[in-house]
C-alpha cells in the first residue's frame, strides 16, 4: 500500500510527545536544585553530573538498585524455568482441565494487585519471608507465570510437532530432548519471554512496595518516599528516574520486533 | 489434532505450585476475612454477608467504579483510534522501522512509578515544561480536579498508546501485497481500502488492544498514585487501599476481582475464538 507522502508526520508528531517528558526528566537530571526552582531553562545551562554523582556515592541509592534488580533476576529465573514445561504441556497435550487451567492463569495476569496486597504481610510472615528478595520475586510470579507461559506456548506452537516424534524415535528421552533439541529451538522464545518478565517485575511498584519495607526496600519505594516528602532534591530524583529507564534501554533493541507479541501474551 | 495424555499435569505441576502460593493462598485469605469481623483483640467473628451488603450500598465504592468505568472509556476513545491512526502512518519498511518501534516502546518500559514521576515533574506550575506553559490560561494539577483528570489521561495516553500503535502495526505487516494490487485495479478509495482490507485484518490485534487497555486502565493505581498522591480522582484500587476495615476491605476486593474474572472470560473466549485447537495457535508474527 503506498503512503501519502507527507504520512511520517504522524509517527513524527507522536514521537516528539513521547519525547518531551522523557527530556524534561533527563534535563531535569542535569541541573541544579537552584536552577529548577528558580529559573525555567529549556536546556541545562551547565551539564553538571553532580546528581549521578549523589546517587552513586550514596550507599541507600545503590542498595535500593541493587535490591530491585536481584528479586526482578530471582523472579525472572523461576518465571521461565515452571512456565517451560507448563508450556510444554499446553502446546503438546490435551489433559483433563487443560482449558480451565489456561483460564485460569489469564485470570491472575489480570487480577487487581491491590486485590493480593490485603494478606500479604501475614502470609510471607508465617512462612518467614516478610520483608526478603525472594518474598517480591515470589509474588511477582503472579502475573509473570501467565505471561512467560503464555508467550511461550505461542512460540513453542511454531515448532512442528513431527520433531518431537522423530527425537523420540532416535531414542532421546523426555529430558534430553527437551534441553538438547527443543530448547535451543524456540531460543528466541525464552529470550522474549525472559526479557518480559524483567520487565512487568521491573516496573511494578504496589507489590514490590507492600513485600519490602525496611530490610529491602525497592527502587520505586525510595522514590516514592522522597517524591512526595517535603523539600524534594528534584535534581537526584530526576537522575535516579533517568537510571531506572536504563534496563529497558539497553535491551529494548534485541527485542524490537516481538514488542506487540509479548506485551499481548504472545497472541498476535 | 493434538494427543490426549494426562501426564502432562507433571509437566504444569511446579507452575501449579508457585502459582497457587503466590494467588490462590491469598485469595482464600481475602474469602476468609470477607465473612468475619476482626475485634480489636484480633478475635475473630462470623458476619455473614454484612461486608458485601455494606460495600454494594457505599456510595463511595459506586462513585469510584463510575469513576474508573468513566476512565477506562476515555481511555479507549482516545488511544485506540490513536493508535490505529499512528500505525497506518508508520513506515513499512528502511530505517524508519527500527526507529519508529524502539522509540515508541520506551514509556511502556518505564517503571509505573517512575511514569507517575516524570508526568509530576512535567506537570507542576512551578518547575514542569508543562505546568509553565500551560499556567497562563489557568492549569493546576494540583488544584482543580477537571485538569488533573486531564493529566492522568494524557498521562495514560503517553503511557499505552504505543501498545495499541504497535499491536495494530502487526495486524497491518501481515496483509498480503496481493490484497492492495487488487484493490488497486479495483480502484477502490483509500477510505474502502481502510474499510474492506485493513480494519478486517486489524480487528483481532485490536480486539486485543481493546481488552489488555480496558484491564489494566481498570486496575490502575500507581501512575496517579504518584502524580495525586491518593487525592481526587479516587479509582477503585486507591479506594481498596484506603479502606480501613479489613473485612469491607477484603469483600470489595471480592467484589472487585469478580469484575475482573468476568472481563477475562471475554477476553479468553474472544482470543481463542479464532483458533484451531482448544488451546490457542501462537498465530503468525
Partial sequence: MKQSRFAWIVPALYILFLMAPLYWLVAMSFKTNVEITTRFTLVPETFNLNNYMKVFTDERWRSVFANSLIYVGLNTVISVAVALPAAYAFSRYRFFGDKHLFFWLLTNRMAPAAVFTLPFFQLYSAFGLFDTHIAVALAHCLFNVPLAVWILEGFMSGVPREIDETAYIDGHSFPSFFIRIFMPLIASGIGVAAFFCFMFSWVEYLIADSLARSAVIPITTRLQALSQASGTDWGVLAAAGTLTLIPGAIVIWFVRNYIAKGFALGRV | MKPVNHGAWFLVLPMLIIVAFTAVIPLMTVVNYSVQYVATNAQFHWVGDLWFREVLHSEKFWNALWRNLVFSGCILAIEIPLGVLIALNMPRKGWGVPVCLVLMALPLLVPWYVVGMIWQMFGRVDIGLMGVMLRDIGYNYEGDPIDAWFTLILMDVWHWTSLVALLAYAGLVSIPDAYYQAARIDGASKWSVFRYIQLPKMARVLTIAVLLRFMDSFMIFTEPFAVIAGGDPVFLSTELKQTVELGQKA???????????????????????????????????
Avoid: C, H, N
Wanted: charge should be negative; charged fraction near 10%.
Fill in chain 2, 251 to 285: 469483600a470489595m476486593s471480592l467484589i472487585y476481582f469478580l469484575i475482573i474474572l468476568l472481563m477475562s472470560w471475554i477476553f479468553y473466549t474472544v482470543m481463542t475464538r479464532d483458533d484451531g485447537e482448544p488451546i490457542g495457535q501462537g498465530g503468525a508474527s
